[in-house]
């Protein structure tokens, strides 16, 4: 078990290592001057050189690599270009509308897709199953945003129970804040619920297969105990792979979903600083992202070993 750990974690550094390296090689190569696009062609020679100065841009990929990856080591993650803030102040200020949407959308997601994939497995073939394959095959074709559009369109102009869209801010009210994020959760778990039942149907079919439910049927187990007290827990080991993977997709591909409700999160953060050159802003956000998928996979190799007593016992052997 140790062992493991161990090497989960030594492969969780490299990986990071390797994402910060490549984030900063594909910023460093993408076309423009961010202290040209901050001055503007009007800007003399002098004052352009001593802004690049200040940028830290007349020093070697290495140098500035270096520096880059000391500072996210210890909390410095540089000022903003545009803003001329603290970059950690800015991810924080966002992420607190970032993560609560995302993981409403996840509980949203979970909600819906789980017992409906789980229902469909138990009656395969029957009026469930048809429904639950009807609604994964158009949640997974329907893009979130025309989704988002759509419910605006619904709940905000025709009905008008719902904001179409803004941030009141937490320090507002938990319930207007909430309320603005109910809509833009829903355009994003709908899509990701489609590919969750689907998941969840087949992996609840695959395991009442298995021996064991098999056996527990002929010991007399009521065909219910035998799904929700057997089958289930079993089959959770795909359907937590699904989940971890989308849960830092909706953290990091809310862009779209930010932009059409205007939520002041880190998606619209990371698309003002790709259209206004911030590039410390830009590397610290995908770092950020790229930092979230990797940690995110980490925890459910760990949950593997939590659900699954065979991988226990094979990392103790």
């Not at 020679?45 to 690049?52: F, I, S």
């Not at 639950?132 to 949640?139: D, E, H, N, R, V």
Request: hydrophobic fraction near 55%; charged fraction near 10%; proline fraction near 5%.
């Amino acid at each position: 078990m140790i062992v493991l750990l161990t090497r989960r974690i030594v492969g969780l550094v490299l990986t990071l290592l390797t994402v910060s390296l490549l984030i900063f090689a594909v910023m460093a190569m993408l076309p423009g001057d961010p202290a040209s696009i901050t001055l503007g062609t009007s800007a003399t020679p002098e004052t352009l050189a001593a802004l690049r100065h200040e940028m830290g841009l007349d020093q070697s990929l290495i140098v500035r690599y270096g520096q880059w990856l000391g500072g996210a080591l210890t909390g410095d993650l540089g000022k903003s270009y545009t803003y001329g803030v603290p970059v950690a102040g800015l991810i924080l200020e966002r992420l607190s509308v970032t993560l609560p949407l995302a993981v409403l959308a996840v509980v949203l997601s979970i909600l819906i897709a789980v017992p409906l994939g789980v229902l469909a497995a138990a009656r395969r073939g029957g009026p469930v199953d048809i429904a639950a394959t009807l609604f994964s095959q158009i949640g997974i074709a329907v893009p979130g945003f025309w989704v988002g559009l759509l419910l605006v369109l619904l709940f905000s102009t025709w009905l008008g129970w719902m904001p179409a869209g803004g941030f009141p801010g937490w320090s507002n009210g938990v319930w207007p804040a909430l309320r603005a994020l109910i809509l833009p959760a829903i355009a994003l778990a709908l899509p990701q619920a489609g590919v969750l039942t689907r998941v969840t149907r087949a992996a609840v079919l695959d395991t009442l297969h298995e021996d064991f439910a098999r056996t527990a049927v002929a010991k007399g187990l009521s065909r219910a105990a035998v799904l929700w007290r057997h089958v289930v827990p079993n089959a959770l080991v795909p359907v937590l792979t699904i989940l971890g993977l989308q849960f830092t997709f909706l953290v990091a591909g809310a862009v779209l979903i930010e932009n059409v409700f205007t939520l002041p999160g880190l998606g619209r953060l990371a698309y003002q600083a790709l259209s206004q050159r911030d590039i410390i802003v830009l590397q610290d956000v995908v770092l950020f992202f790229a930092g979230l998928v990797v940690v995110m996979n980490f925890l459910v190799d760990l949950s593997y070993l939590v659900i699954d007593p065979r991988l226990r016992s094979g990392s103790a052997r």
